[in-house]
């Protein structure tokens, strides 16, 4: 595959038609060319480089990976109009985007709008090199702004060298912390308090933990590993050339295709062991955000969104419930507008939301990374889909951040509320632990 692509690059032809692409157009304006790839059977983690931006997303079940290699363009920001300045910016993109085919743009922000270390806060980018494999067939698309064709291709052969082998690190093991888990539980109590007080319905509090390899993260081995364990969950990751965050979501925030909206109302944990998924507590804390975001969707609708029946959903060990819920866009709807009215959904911030965000900025909630957030794909055309960044680690060298988080409502039990976050925490550091070795990637890169 790889010299398939090199032969692309280095064809008079690629230069020719973007060339084409060029002719007339502002210089900022960007260019995409569709090229078609030998079919095969790859996730592209062979490809991940060292020293450019990246973005991973895959959805195993369905047969579908694509990998963004450096930024065509990009733009990032923050504060509490984040979204609109994306949107807005995004627009300027789409309005002067020459392509001949498909063509995508990634995007990630994190829970809160002033967190902005070590990722950016918001951001959207159209990648340099776009790795896509649906089902099989595989293709590759390559974007430049019209100014820069020249030496955009002179530098995409040096992005496809992949990043240098690294050693699987094997987690040490950690060490326990009671004083933490104690505080974190103190949290819970406090929070059972106020929802007792009526101050809210429910809030989300989050657990960190630290962990260390005996050598530097594979990025690739960890996002193979969470292919294989959770091939039902949306397997993401962004790389910026020192930190990735990385993970497996089962949450979908939001997909737009035309004026159809379709959004995943999740909540409710049972793992093994654990009460069971059927209890009020689970049931309540489901029925919480699907009201919620039924709220948040309806002024954004040409009719009341339509809520479907809830069902059990997997993800590894864990299970959820789930409610899927459809409505039709308002005419002249973006997928920023319903970006910025669903997030937070109760899901990962609580319920009444500003109360609960209150609460958390009140008891200082850290959130690391986009965890939490969103990472998503967007289309020039206005489509797009955005998932919520659950099951993440925060990954520099030999150092990984995981984070989980629980809902507390009203007759929750603060023991069994860490015992979920564990639960939680689990799936990164079980994909951690069974990362492949690195010998393995080959089998990944035909």
Not at 135 to 152: D, E, H, K
């Amino acid at each position: 595959m790889i010299h398939a692509l090199l032969r692309h690059l280095a064809a008079p032809e690629t230069a020719r038609r973007m060339g084409e692409l060029a002719a007339g157009a502002p210089a900022s304006a960007p260019l995409s060319l569709r090229l078609e790839l030998p079919a095969v059977a790859t996730d592209w983690l062979h490809l991940l480089p060292a020293g450019q931006p990246w973005w991973y997303r895959a959805r195993p079940a369905h047969g579908e990976f694509r990998l963004g290699i450096g930024h065509a363009l990009h733009v990032a920001s923050a504060g509490s109009n984040r979204f609109a300045a994306l949107d807005s910016a995004f627009a300027g993109f789409c309005r002067n985007w020459r392509r001949t085919g498909p063509a995508l743009a990634f995007a990630g922000f994190a829970f809160a709008d002033d967190n902005a270390a070590p990722l950016p806060n918001a951001v959207v980018a159209i990648p340099a090199i776009l790795l896509e494999c649906i089902a099989g067939r595989c293709s590759v698309t390559l974007s430049a702004p019209a100014g820069n064709v020249g030496q955009a291709l002179a530098m995409w052969p040096s992005w496809l060298a992949g990043a240098p082998g690294l050693r699987t690190a094997a987690p040490r093991p950690a060490r326990p912390d009671p004083l933490a888990e104690q505080a974190w539980m103190a949290r819970v109590v406090a929070a059972l308090r106020d929802i007792a007080g009526g101050r809210m319905d429910k809030v989300v509090l989050t657990r960190c933990r630290q962990v260390e390899g005996s050598a530097p993260f594979s990025p690739s081995d960890i996002l193979a590993a969470l292919n294989g364990q959770q091939p039902g969950s949306t397997v993401y990751a962004h790389g910026n050339g020192q930190h990735t965050f990385l993970g497996a979501t089962p949450e979908r925030l939001v997909r737009k295709l035309g004026r159809q909206i379709h959004v995943d109302a999740l909540a409710g944990t049972a793992w093994p062991g654990s009460p069971a998924l059927a209890d009020d507590k689970n049931r309540h804390e489901q029925s919480l955000v699907v009201r919620a975001v039924v709220d948040a969707l309806t002024p954004w609708c040409d009719a009341p969104p339509l809520i479907g029946r809830p069902d059990e959903y997997p993800a590894g060990r864990l299970r959820h419930w789930r409610s899927r819920i459809s409505a039709s866009a308002r005419a002249g709807s973006t997928l920023f507008d319903l970006v910025r009215a669903l997030h937070p959904t109760p899901a990962v911030g609580g319920f009444p939301g500003e109360a609960a965000r209150r609460w958390l900025a009140a008891h200082d909630e850290r959130r690391h990374g986009w965890y939490s957030g969103g990472i998503g794909l967007l289309t020039p055309e206005g489509d797009g889909e955005f998932s919520v960044a659950l099951r993440s680690a925060l990954i520099e060298g030999r150092q990984a951040t995981l984070q989980a988080g629980a809902g507390i409502v009203a007759g929750s039990n603060p023991e069994q509320e860490l015992a979920e976050t564990e639960a939680k925490l689990g799936t990164l550091l079980a994909a951690l632990e069974s990362a492949p070795p690195a010998c393995a990637q080959g089998s990944r890169s035909a």
